[in-house]
């Protein structure tokens, strides 16, 4: 689209949600000066109206323009005095400057974006709910914080979607930005690095992205699944990964899924993806969806009663943005009615965010183990007690219990008719031994890639 087009688009849908005065005081003789590298440049025609425009509708404009162009990361407004459609009219605004004290501080905003790093401030471990199912990720990005480049590298982490890959690895550039100043950190997503990569060819520039990605001491690029299938990107990519790794840059990625799974993927990208740390996050559990659910009402200054919390934390399994989401429904209605809500009014207005329980067949999991481990699928319910027999079966009894929630009287019947408390016995050894054994880690990893 063109600059223009984009700005008259964009104006015509800002004028929609604002009042008439407000868009003909603030918006007109306003127009796109340039694009660079993700940032538009407003050029307004004064310092009045450009304070007015960042305090007051930042983010109706920076919503607007991504909802057009999802390349776009950030505004920026400058003072253009060189149009000749603004020529006359700089100096009213900034009398009227002077008669209103303006305060300069911006608030911070979630679509607030640092040009520098592309980091969002709003991703930080503050508010962070570590548990079970995050954990480790938890403990390399504290690693990877004290010492960037030196024992984590790289750092891969994936999981689906909304388990908070993008919070965490944004979160590690916000804490070394704090803690190592002199560090230069870079934020990307994968399509991003496409497009400028794509650009530098289409300009005859390639030397300029190369610099651009090589002068960084933390590489962070997000979804990196969405690399599949694209050669030159792949290529361009294995070149800055050696560049960076040979003189301990730290690089960090995220995907949604294991680099073995990324169709597509050259060879030798994948093992350079797997080569230093790979560490999966899952779907929170009950006590860290708890936690969660506490935080962010504390966030927020609700009062929560806790058999509420306990009720969402039961419903609202999944992954944490879905949960976000019913959780800001609540909130919403409580602030609206100002009042805490009752049981009944939250189970009411959750109802529909629901999701039913995942259904599974436990012939389904117990085949996928047994073919894990290259047994037979029925020595599974057999009565043998062969040493490898023995372990394919706790593994298909620890995930059928920790991954499907399965209560342990249904697992034992369904594995051989076997007692509930053979099955908690084998979920408790597993996940004591989980603890020691990092190759049972993988092991069972590698299983839960295959229930997908
Ligand atoms: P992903 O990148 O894996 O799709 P995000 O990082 O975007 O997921 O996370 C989804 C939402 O959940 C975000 O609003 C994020 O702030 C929140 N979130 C993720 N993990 C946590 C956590 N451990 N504690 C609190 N909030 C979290
Ligand atoms: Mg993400």
């Known amino acids: 689209m063109e600059k223009k087009e984009l700005w008259d688009k964009c104006l015509s849908e800002i004028e929609l949600n604002i009042s008439k ?73 900034v009398v009227v400057k002077k008669a209103i004290n303006i305060t300069k501080e911006l608030p911070l905003n979630d679509l607030y974006l640092n040009k520098e790093d592309n980091l969002n401030p709003k991703y930080n471990f503050n508010s962070f709910v570590v548990g079970p199912f995050n954990e480790l990720a938890y403990a390399v990005a504290q690693a990877i914080i004290s010492n960037p480049g030196q024992n984590y590298n790289p750092f891969f982490i994936y999981g689906g979607t909304g388990l908070g890959k993008t919070h965490i690895i944004q979160a590690i550039g916000n804490t070394i930005k704090i803690n190592h100043p002199l560090k230069k950190i870079y934020y990307v997503s994968l399509e991003r690095f496409t497009i400028d990569y794509i650009n530098s060819i289409q300009n005859k520039n390639p030397n300029s992205f190369k610099e651009k990605y090589r002068k960084y001491d933390v590489i962070i690029m997000d979804d990196i699944q969405f690399i599949s299938g694209k050669d ?30 990324i169709q597509g993927l050259e060879e030798r990208l994948q093992s350079r993806f797997a080569s230093g740390m790979t560490v ?33 934390a039961e419903s609202l399994e999944g992954n944490i943005r879905e949960l976000e989401g019913s959780l800001n429904t609540v909130i919403c209605q409580s602030q609206l009615k100002n009042r805490s809500l009752t049981l009944a009014e939250v189970k009411l207005l959750i109802k529909n965010n629901i999701r039913p329980k995942k259904t599974v067949a436990i012939k389904d999991i117990v085949k996928i183990v047994a073919d894990y481990y290259g047994l037979a699928e029925e020595v599974i319910y057999e009565k043998t007690r062969r040493k490898e027999i023995v372990r394919a079966r706790q593994v298909a009894m620890y995930l059928l219990r920790e991954d499907f929630n399965i209560s342990y009287p249904l697992i034992g019947q369904k594995l051989g008719d076997r007692d509930h408390t053979t099955v908690i016995h084998s979920h408790l050894k597993i996940k004591v031994d989980l603890k020691t054994d990092p190759s049972l880690l993988q092991e069972i990893e590698k299983i839960r890639i295959m229930f997908k």
């Open 21 to 93: 005065a407000n868009f003909t005081t603030w918006f007109k003789n306003t127009y796109i000066i340039k694009e660079d590298s993700g940032v538009i440049h407003v050029g307004v025609p004064n310092e009045f109206v450009k304070d007015w425009l960042y305090n007051k509708f930042h983010k109706l404009i920076l919503k607007t323009l991504i909802g057009n162009d999802e390349t776009i990361r950030g505004v920026e407004y400058s003072i253009h005095k060189h149009d000749p459609k603004n020529e006359n009219k700089t100096d009213e605004g």
């Open 232 to 261: 030159k990107t792949q290529e361009e990519l294995f070149h800055l990964f050696n560049t960076l790794y040979e003189s301990n840059k730290q690089i960090i990625f995220s995907s949604d899924k294991h680099p073995n799974f």
């Open 280 to 312: 999966q996050i899952v779907e929170p559990d009950y006590e860290s969806r708890v936690a969660i659910i506490k935080a962010k009402f504390e966030s927020t200054n609700c009062i929560i009663e806790p058999e509420i919390v306990s009720s969402l």
